[in-house]
């Protein structure tokens, strides 16, 4: 039967992101709880409530577990690192603060990319964007597509300077409910921007880490084409995030796509899903054409095993509102590339982790309780009947 030394050895190989070292090593695994019916509870000391790396923890902590003689299933919980605990892994660490993660009160991340240009993508992210928002969500849009920023224009908010709070962050701007922050904020109008490889990654760390945005429930990326600097970037500092493909049904789009999946893989994103834009026009007569081919979103969803979220049709309202800075969900609902695009939102929120109720303490008599022990949610490690 496994003991509580071969898991804590088993959990080495999960290492903090932020960190760079192993949460055995930082002290992060609070308690280990082993059933005789091969139930293991794990619970891991968290830096911040919010912290946006739990997803891994928990994906991690349970894969290494579960990989030990005689375990059954694996529970993981998490605590809050006291004060005291905290500040002795600084001094562990040799450093004055821990990081409190970027994006700590964002529920999820989501990177919209292409591969290549020219497909849609920032389109896309605008009307999802308000989509997720009319379903009741808190949602906010990054601008990452330094060299090609168009989600100020598409949200009518020009190059406006955001303000600054007292606590030196700056505040996104606020459009049709949706929170925008973008380097067109920054320059002149229509200016272009000429930065190499740092210089991005610098202005990227500050929009995530500098930018108050708050609680959101939902953070879209807009990326740049290709997968380049910006890419490995935001990989690096959003380990959380998924990655959700936008092609056209033409197999030379398709096969680009592709790239920016095995991109995705080498970096460690998870991949979502795909979105096939541009699916199909349909003339005022009904008549239908399939301009760009079709079927190539679906043999993409299909090669990389993950879901075809939905089929956007080319219509010219969703070209004619992006100009208009008011995104064609909002103007006008009943376009069938809205109502498309309504349907993708409500399948990225039936996608999203469902946060489960907090169950009831309750005090567990012992002869000798352990602080560990003294207070346990109703249910962990039940016997198998």
Known sequence: MTNQEQVRKAL???????????????DMVRSIDIGANGVVDVTVSLTTPGCPIKGHFQTSVAQAVSALDGVTHVNVYFDVLTDTQKQALQQKLG???????????????????????????????????AALTGEGKRVGILDADVWG?????????????????AERKIIPLESHGVKVMSIGFFVEEDAAVVWRGPMLHKALTQFLQDVDWGVLDYLLVDLPPGTGDVSMTLAQLL????????????????????RSAHMAHKVDLEIGGVIE????????????????????????????????LGKVPLTMPLRAQADDGVPLVIEDPDDPASQAIHQIARGLIAMAPYELPVLPLVEVASAAPTPAESLKPVGMSLPMA
């Not at 995030?241 to 049904?249: E, H, K």
């Not at 399939?290 to 299909?302: N, R, S, V």
């Open 12 to 26: 080495e190989v999960v290492i903090d992101p932020e960190l760079h070292r192993s949460i055995v090593e930082l």
């Open 95 to 129: 450093r004055g603060s821990l990081p409190a993660g970027a994006l700590a009160q964002v529920s999820n991340v989501l990177c919209i990319g292409s591969g290549k240009g020219g497909v849609g993508k920032s389109t896309l992210t605008a009307n999802l964007a």
């Open 239 to 258: 380990p959380q995030a998924q990655f959700m493909i936008v092609t056209t049904p033409q197999q030379t789009a398709q096969k680009v796509a592709r």
């Open 277 to 308: 834009n541009m699916s199909s026009f349909t003339t005022p007569s009904g008549e239908r054409f399939t301009i760009f081919g079709e079927g190539g979103g679906q043999e993409l969803a299909d090669e990389l095993d993950v879901p075809l």
């Open 149 to 165: 920023y168009s989600i100020p224009r598409m949200y009518g908010l020009g190059a406006t300077r955001p303000p600054v709070s």
